[in-house]
């Protein structure tokens, strides 16, 4: 970028935008209301067609005032490329003129959606990891080629010549098969459709409006005809239907996934309705994980993922970069290796001190007995909880010692030269691989019980874990844990901590492992 560029987007994203703003949620809302508040004069299908007259009213009137909206953001809207810095000027009543370093940007995004593709466009989007709430940039909506043509320019992979005209060169490393794609979805609890669906039922049973009564009787009568209907039963269903349609999302949603390298990047493209094309470069991973749950494991599966510090759709238990959504589990293996590396074949785990197994068990004895005095003493007070018999709970106990056996054998970790690994989880176990010098802060806390048997915790903060309580390490020698801190926040390169002193059991190759 030698020289200054202004940018606005295509006067198509006008209506692209206004379409895009429209706030389904609030129109549901708006046929409910205008259907329990309906003076009573229809009913039934009349009902139904009086509603949706008014609100096609409504979302002309608004889809009007949008259109004005949009007109003014897109003429108060501009992107100027200067030399090594994006300034962008934004806002109606309170303008905003906002300079980005072009060396700041953690990954670049071109996506498109149902609607922009209607128009022709794409959106593009910058992150940096200044604002963990949206993108520092997004430009909505672009040509598809001017979109891909200025994300290569502004260079969210700072080791491309971006004065180049050529494409930086990339080679095709995964492409998601069917198979992985449909398991990908199945495997899914889907939490937020289950409950989406479980509130829809909830509001439609409470609410006794004749439009919305005549719906009912329609979809129960059909399904009393193949099965036996009762409250469990429907709950049941609808926790399916929900399911069902997190199933359906996340395939959509990663359908078509393509995973490109060049020499120090990475580029995914996915998605069959909206379209999602993100770049990043290597230097700018902060956090590299291999996950699976039980049946990942069966299938010789796993999933491989990445976070930097950019993070504009915080994802509450996940990182925001897939390199695999699933595959097999040395392809997830291989693509983390290359994305942080570092060879990992020969790399053994370190068992935590058996005396944490020890601390595990007498832990969950603990919570056992507590849970058991509670429900005895609940007993005295609230019938309902009359129904859990106390004997339940013995061979709860008699289970502990097998239960802190579990959570101690899927716990390791490994201190490397430059990286750390971590290892924990048997639901879903969860290998973190994090680079020693992305770590933005390191914690070294110590409980009563641990103190009396010389065991500490550490904490690892990185940029791309914001709202999460970084990569913990549970349960060490507390001279592991004190030369880890120094090593690490001392930088004192003598100090070699790739062994151990304690007493550590048997070691495991980390592919194999997870």
């Known amino acids: 970028m030698s020289a200054s560029t202004s940018v606005k987007p295509d006067?198509?994203?006008?209506?692209?935008?206004?379409?895009?703003?429209?706030?389904?949620?609030?129109?549901?809302?708006?046929?409910?209301?205008?259907?329990?508040?309906?003076?009573?004069?229809?009913?039934?299908?009349?009902?139904?067609v009086s509603v949706v007259l008014r609100l096609v009213l409504i979302a002309v009137v608004f889809g009007l005032f949008q259109l004005a909206i949009e007109s003014v953001r897109w003429w108060h809207y501009e992107l100027t490329l200067e030399e090594e810095s994006l300034v962008v000027r934004s806002g109606i009543l309170r303008p905003k003129r906002r300079t980005i370093p072009v060396s700041r940007i953690q990954q670049s995004t071109v996506s498109t959606t149902t609607v922009s593709r209607l128009f022709g466009l794409a959106a593009l989007e910058c992150e940096t990891a200044g604002n963990p709430d949206e993108p520092d940039l997004s430009m909505r909506y672009l040509e598809r080629a001017d979109a891909?043509?200025?994300?290569?320019?502004?260079?969210?992979?700072t080791e491309v010549d971006t004065t180049s005209s050529e494409p930086p060169e990339r080679h095709?490393?995964?492409?998601?098969?069917?198979?992985?794609?449909?398991?990908?979805?199945?495997t899914r609890i889907h939490p937020k459709t289950i409950l989406l669906a479980v509130l829809a039922w909830v509001g439609t049973t409470y609410f006794e409006a004749d439009a919305?009564?005549?719906?009912?009787?329609?979809?129960?009568?059909?399904?009393?005809?193949?099965?036996?209907?009762?409250?469990?039963?429907?709950?049941?269903?609808?926790?399916?239907?929900?399911?069902?349609?997190?199933?359906?999302?996340?395939?959509?949603?990663?359908?078509?996934?393509?995973?490109?390298a060049g020499e120090d990047s990475f580029r995914r493209r996915h998605g069959f309705v909206r379209t999602t094309d993100a770049d990043v470069s290597s230097d700018r991973i902060q956090l590299a994980r291999v996950r699976s749950n039980p049946l990942h494991r069966l299938l010789g599966l796993a999933q491989a993922d990445v976070g930097t510090?950019?993070?504009?759709?915080?994802?509450?238990?996940?990182?925001?970069?897939?390199?695999?959504?699933?595959a097999r589990r040395d392809v997830a293996w291989e693509l983390l290796e290359r994305a942080i590396g570092v060879d990992l074949s020969t790399v053994q785990l370190q068992s935590l001190p058996t005396r944490a197994r020890r601390r595990y068990a007498v832990r969950y004895a603990l919570g056992v007995v507590v849970l058991a005095v509670g429900t005895a003493i609940a007993q005295q007070f609230v019938p309902a909880t009359r129904a859990i018999p106390l004997p339940l709970f013995v061979p709860l106990l008699v289970l502990s010692p097998l239960a802190a056996h579990?959570?101690?054998?899927?716990?390791?970790?490994?201190?490397?030269?430059?990286?750390i690994v971590v290892r924990r989880g048997f639901w879903?176990?969860?290998?973190?691989?994090?680079?020693?010098?992305t770590i933005q802060n390191l914690t070294v806390s110590q409980s009563p019980f641990q103190r009396r048997i010389d065991l500490v915790s550490v904490r690892l903060d990185v940029a791309s874990m914001p709202f999460l309580p970084g990569v913990p390490l549970p349960d060490i020698d507390a001279s592991v844990g004190g030369r880890l801190q120094h090593r690490l926040l001392e930088d004192d390169s003598d100090d070699e901590f790739a062994e151990t002193t304690s007493e550590y059991d048997d070691g495991s190759s980390i592919p194999s492992e997870t």
């Open 11 to 48: 006067i198509r994203s006008i209506p692209a935008r206004a379409l895009e703003n429209f706030d389904l949620g609030m129109f549901a809302t708006l046929a409910v209301m205008l259907t329990i508040f309906d003076g009573g004069s229809v009913f039934g299908i009349d009902a139904i």
């Open 148 to 157: 891909d043509d200025l994300q290569r320019r502004i260079g969210s992979v």
């Open 172 to 186: 095709r490393v995964f492409t998601l098969r069917p198979r992985e794609l449909v398991l990908y979805g199945v």
């Open 212 to 260: 919305i009564t005549d719906l009912q009787t329609i979809v129960i009568t059909a399904l009393e005809d193949l099965l036996p209907l009762s409250p469990a039963v429907m709950l049941v269903l609808i926790v399916l239907a929900g399911w069902l349609l997190g199933v359906g999302l996340a395939i959509e949603r990663m359908g078509n996934f393509r995973l490109s």
């Open 309 to 326: 510090a950019g993070l504009s759709e915080p994802i509450p238990f996940g990182l925001q970069w897939p390199l695999a959504p699933l």
């Open 406 to 419: 579990v959570t101690w054998s899927h716990r390791g970790y490994a201190l490397l030269d430059d990286h």
């Open 428 to 437: 879903t176990r969860r290998t973190y691989v994090v680079p020693a010098d």
